[in-house]
């Protein structure tokens, strides 16, 4: 049974850091592209990163670039997303989700619960 | 940046009614596009990719069309489980972008 469960929102204070983890089991992590999605307070989806199975393809929304860092460990089935100089405007649940690597087009097909991210004075 | 302009936003209906949602995109993505349903408090659930290819495990009364800049996701005969935000993605080249979400009710 597929499952990726997030793990590490929280209540922080702006300009300060936050690790999110996505811990996946019942697929071949070290096979597929992983990413991180999030959902602001009555807004819609965004995409914030996605990672290669093998770690060498990376990229990021505007939005987060140069403040947010995804990473995986293939050897824990472990997605990551470390988010510094956090702002009001990145409060937003947190998901991850999962693409299959041996297609020629891109899609999300596993997806977790999320985490909530809250980012307040 | 490609932006997904979705219509409607929000779209009353009736169990057994034929629903459309359109999905526009700012320039041609050939049939890389993805429609996704969410549910509050649950995770996304991939419904159709690439155009119109039905994921695994998903009822045959959705289906997804279109070509070139226009896009269409069609629920066929309207389920109580349906009711659900829907949502079109562009994977055609980064940044991936979402619609706005169509909130069916």
């Known amino acids: 049974q597929v499952q990726l469960v997030e793990s590490g929102g929280s209540v922080v204070q702006p300009g300060t850091s936050l690790r999110l983890s996505c811990a996946a089991s019942?697929?071949?992590?070290?096979?597929?592209?992983m990413h991180w999605v999030r959902q602001a307070p009555g807004k819609g989806l965004e995409w914030v990163a996605t990672?290669?199975?093998?770690?060498?393809?990376?990229h990021y929304a505007d939005s987060v670039k140069g403040r947010f860092t995804i990473s995986r460990d293939n050897s824990r089935n472990t997605l990551y997303l470390q988010m510094n100089a956090l702002r009001p405007d990145d409060t937003a649940i947190y998901f991850c989700?999962?693409?299959?690597?041996?297609?020629?087009?891109?899609?999300?097909?596993?997806w977790g619960q999320g985490t909530l991210v809250t980012i307040s004075s | 940046d490609i932006q997904m302009t979705q219509s409607p936003s929000s779209l009353s209906a009736s169990v057994g009614d034929r629903v459309t949602i359109t999905c526009r995109a700012s320039?041609?993505?050939?049939?890389?596009v993805n429609w996704y349903q969410h549910k509050p408090g649950k995770a996304p659930k991939l419904l159709i990719y690439?155009?119109?290819n039905l994921e695994s495990g998903v009822p045959s009364r959705f289906s997804g069309g279109g070509s070139g800049t226009d896009f269409t996701l069609t629920i066929s005969s309207l389920q109580p489980e349906d009711f659900a935000t829907y949502y079109c993605?562009?994977?055609?080249?980064?940044?991936?972008?979402f619609g706005g979400g169509t909130n069916l009710e």
């Open positions: 320039q041609p993505i050939s049939v890389y």
């Open positions: 690439t155009l119109s």
């Open positions: 990672m290669s199975f093998d770690g060498g393809k990376i």
């Open positions: 989700a999962s693409s299959p690597e041996d297609t020629s087009t891109l899609f999300f097909d596993y």
């Open positions: 993605q562009q994977t055609y080249r980064t940044p991936l972008t």
């Open positions: 019942g697929f071949k992590f070290s096979s597929r592209g």
